[in-house]
């Protein structure tokens, strides 16, 4: 003979296993690992930008300090700081290659993947930085 089951019953019993899938699924995530970033002079080049973007728009002597005059010359302030504004809002997810004048890294800008490739000259100063859709 079947056990009658109250309907109240049944939502007790499904709020329970609910909450056991919730808990299960939320202490079975990893937490995030910083990446980090190396300390070789793209690696610093790097670390400016990341924390550069949240003060955008950036004022022509502090990207001098950054940037080749070739850059510049190509992408002026006022386009580099549309280019950035695109950024503002990365997140280093990995890095995907290390050399000593060039990063890849794999990044998240708005909810998007996105390849970053940093690059410095001689003077250690940033000429490529392109970030591509993966």
């Given at each position: 003979?079947?056990?009658?089951?109250?309907?109240?019953?049944?939502?007790?019993?499904?709020?329970?296993?609910?909450?056991?899938?919730?808990?299960?699924?939320?202490?079975?995530?990893?937490?995030?690992?910083?990446?980090?970033?190396?300390?070789?002079?793209?690696g610093k080049q790097l670390s400016w930008l990341?924390?550069?973007?949240?003060?955008?728009?950036?004022?022509?002597?502090?990207?001098?300090?950054?940037?080749?005059?070739?850059?510049?010359?190509?992408?002026?302030?006022?386009?580099?700081?549309?280019?950035?504004?695109?950024?503002?809002?990365?997140?280093?997810?990995?890095?995907?290659?290390?050399k000593p004048e060039k990063l890849v890294a794999?990044?998240?800008?708005?909810?998007?993947?996105?390849?970053?490739?940093?690059?410095?000259?001689?003077?250690?100063?940033?000429?490529?930085?392109?970030?591509?859709?993966?």
């Amino acid at each position: 003979m079947p056990i009658p089951v109250s309907p109240l019953r049944v939502l007790a019993i499904a709020l329970a296993l609910a909450i056991s899938v919730i808990t299960v699924t939320a202490c079975s995530a990893e937490p995030e690992k910083p990446v980090t970033i190396p300390s070789s002079e793209v690696g610093k080049q790097l670390s400016w930008l990341v924390g550069a973007l949240p003060r955008l728009p950036l004022k022509e002597n502090e990207l001098k300090e950054h940037f080749t005059e070739s850059w510049l010359a190509e992408f002026p302030v006022a386009k580099t700081n549309e280019f950035l504004h695109d950024s503002r809002d990365l997140k280093l997810e990995k890095l995907i290659e290390e050399k000593p004048e060039k990063l890849v890294a794999r990044i998240v800008s708005f909810g998007q993947a996105y390849r970053l490739t940093i690059g410095v000259d001689e003077k250690n100063k940033i000429d490529l930085l392109e970030i591509v859709g993966f």
